[in-house]
């Protein structure tokens, strides 16, 4: 999915840098005379908890043994909320009942802004996976945290997640 946003989308000349008040340097296409924000992708990450126990959800996908947590695209025109609830359905078969935000970060390797949220979901035992997840566990707090795949932006999340609640 990385691009190369040197050149313009539309007509393929190689891109400038101009000022565009209040914004900076952006960059230019001389050809279509049209300013070019870079583009990028936008996906939400969350961590599902079950509301009666607190227990976390990790999943395993794509043939991977490393537990990482579930996510997924934003959908053009969707809200970054809305899709959160859709892809736990879609994933789990699990419903939202409400959701927190966290935190983001730009994951340069996909050019995507991640989104993570907590998700609290009502029954934890309703849980149907689809194909795409190999294998599911859901985890106490600290048990979590010593099992998502180390060094991942999932851990990352998890983490900075867990920290701030102190649980
Ligand atoms: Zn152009």
């Known amino acids: 999915m990385r691009e190369d946003q040197s050149y313009c989308p539309a007509c393929g000349a190689r891109l400038v840098e101009r000022p565009l008040e209040r914004e900076g340097l952006v960059p230019y296409c001389e050809r279509c005379a049209a300013f070019r924000f870079p583009q990028y992708n936008v996906a939400v990450s969350m961590i599902v908890r079950d509301e009666r126990s607190g227990r976390i959800l990790l999943i395993q996908q794509y043939g991977r043994p490393s ?16 899709a959160v609830v859709r892809e736990i359905r879609e994933e789990t078969g699990l419903s939202t009942v409400r959701i927190r935000f966290n935190r983001t970060k730009f994951f340069e390797p996909s050019n995507t802004l991640m989104i993570n949220f907590t998700a609290y979901v009502a029954n934890a035992d309703a849980i149907r996976v689809n194909e795409e997840i190999d294998r599911y566990e859901w985890f106490g707090p600290e ?11 999932a851990a990352e999340f998890l983490n900075a997640y867990l920290d701030d609640t102190r649980e």
């Open 67 to 82: 537990y990482i947590l579930v996510a997924g695209y934003v959908g053009r025109g969707e809200r970054a909320e809305d």
């Open 143 to 153: 048990a979590a945290r010593r099992n998502i795949k180390p060094n991942s932006l």
